[in-house]
């Protein structure tokens, strides 16, 4: 290995991508990952005895007796005394023990390699800071003895996965919405814009909605069985029996999770501002919830959204009339840039994320863009019309840059790390 280079590529990299929604590992060189999985993870505390000891589902810490589940296949089993937590806060990894029981089992169960075999790049937010990138080399290096690690910044990866070096990257995923303006591949620190208007937004405004209309939102989970009712007719179902004592945290998570699906299905956004009496004639959506109970939904559908878009609308929360729109957002965030590199930004607006699949979110934002560019720019904006493709843009373009013949000589070895300590994550990556 000459001058501390790394060159085995004949072994496949590992691209990591953990959002806070869902973490996505998968080969580089791959089309989409191999794993996606909740960012959420169930924690038993030790001494109960009616945790199942099922070998499929999960790491045991044997210090603290504190059992871990993984995975949709395992979280939504209903456990007595599961809190629902998750390692990230701010879309930066906060619990580092935790974070270290997710990567056992990604290798363990995901993998099912020897993380010795695999160099390993990985995504991270445009605003993590030194101390946590140099933890996270340290870790991946001391305890998994990875041959060599690679940090870059997610809307770097999105700008390459849509084929572009330099962008204006809008990633609206569950816990906040982003501008970034990336520049030959180097993200503009000064100019990134961030909003709490996302996903989590959404669903927080449909619970509330729920609670409006008197609708009882009822996790899957809790039915033993259901009979069909007319439309508007009060819910015949039947609760199920010995189910163990749940905690809030699992319960709020089950909820949250029953009503992503009402926003995927129910939701849109509106072409043009809301306003009352033109969305009267819109189309309406019948939704059926789990425990039956099925009704008619009209202009409740277009007006959670708006929130996204025009925060004047928000009922109930505090400061709503500061929080920026994502239009705001984006011209914000451009206008903190270089004059001369507006042009490049505004020509490659590139939208991603999770919440940005609301039907009518791109086009609306195209409008609202469209009446905020300065006239002698020429706005474009670029969003994959296949869903997968926006929801795992930062995977794809670690997945195409880890592959890459002229990335190779990029990554941190092993043995550089030996030499230069956890300090050379901020000289090798930007």
């Not at 997710?102 to 605003?127: F, I, N, T």
């Not at 870059?152 to 816990?175: E, H, P, Y």
């Not at 520049?183 to 909003?195: E, T």
Request: charged share 25%; net charge negative; glycine share 8%.
């Amino acid at each position: 290995m000459s001058g501390g280079v790394y060159g085995g590529d004949e072994v496949g990299s590992l691209v990591f991508d953990i959002g806070s929604h869902s973490v996505r590992i998968g080969y580089a060189g791959e089309d989409i990952p191999k794993a996606d999985f909740p960012t959420a993870v169930g924690v038993v505390a030790g001494g109960d005895e009616s945790v199942d000891m099922d070998d499929h589902s999960n790491s045991c810490d044997t210090k603290s007796d504190k059992k871990y589940y993984f995975d949709t296949v395992n979280i939504k089993v209903p456990r007595k005394n599961m809190e629902m937590t998750t390692c990230l806060r701010d879309g930066m990894i906060e619990d580092w023990d935790l974070f270290e029981h997710l990567m056992d089992y990604v290798y363990e169960k995901q993998v099912k390699s020897s993380p010795e075999l695999h160099p390993v790049l990985m995504s991270e937010p445009a605003w993590n800071v030194r101390a946590k990138r140099e933890r996270l080399a340290e870790i991946m290096f001391e305890k998994y003895s990875i041959p060599a690690f690679f940090l870059v910044k997610n809307a770097v990866l999105s700008a390459f996965a849509n084929g572009r070096a330099t962008g204006l990257i809008i990633d609206s995923g569950a816990t906040h919405t982003s501008a970034i303006p990336v520049y030959d591949g180097y993200v503009l620190q000064q100019a990134i814009v961030k909003s709490p208007l996302a996903g989590d937004f959404v669903v927080l405004e449909c619970k509330k909605l729920m609670e409006e209309l008197n609708i009882d939102v009822v996790p899957p989970f809790m039915i033993a069985s259901k009979d069909p009712v007319g439309e508007g007719q009060p819910a015949k179902w039947r609760k199920k029996e010995n189910l163990p004592e749940l905690t809030k945290s699992f319960t709020n998570y089950m909820v949250k999770d029953t009503l992503k699906d009402f926003v995927a299905t129910v939701l849109q956004v509106s072409d043009t501002p809301y306003e009352e009496s033109a969305i009267e004639n819109m189309p309406t959506h019948n939704y059926e919830f789990c425990n039956g109970y099925n009704q008619v939904f009209g202009q409740e559908r277009l007006r959670i959204p708006e929130g996204l878009f025009d925060p004047s609308v928000i009922k109930d929360i505090q400061g709503s009339n500061t929080m920026l729109s994502i239009g705001h957002v984006a011209t914000t965030s451009v206008g903190m840039c270089d004059i001369d590199t507006r042009t490049g930004l505004y020509n490659n607006v590139v939208v991603v994320g999770g919440n940005s699949l609301l039907t009518g979110f791109t086009e609306r934002l195209n409008r609202d863009l469209s009446a905020k560019t300065p006239p002698s720019m020429k706005l474009k904006l670029i969003s994959s019309p296949i869903p997968s493709e926006r929801r795992f843009s930062s995977w794809i373009g670690g997945s195409i840059l880890a592959s890459l013949g002229s990335f190779q000589q990029m990554w941190i070895s092993k043995q550089e790390y030996e030499e230069g300590g956890k300090s050379c994550v901020e000289k090798k990556c930007p």
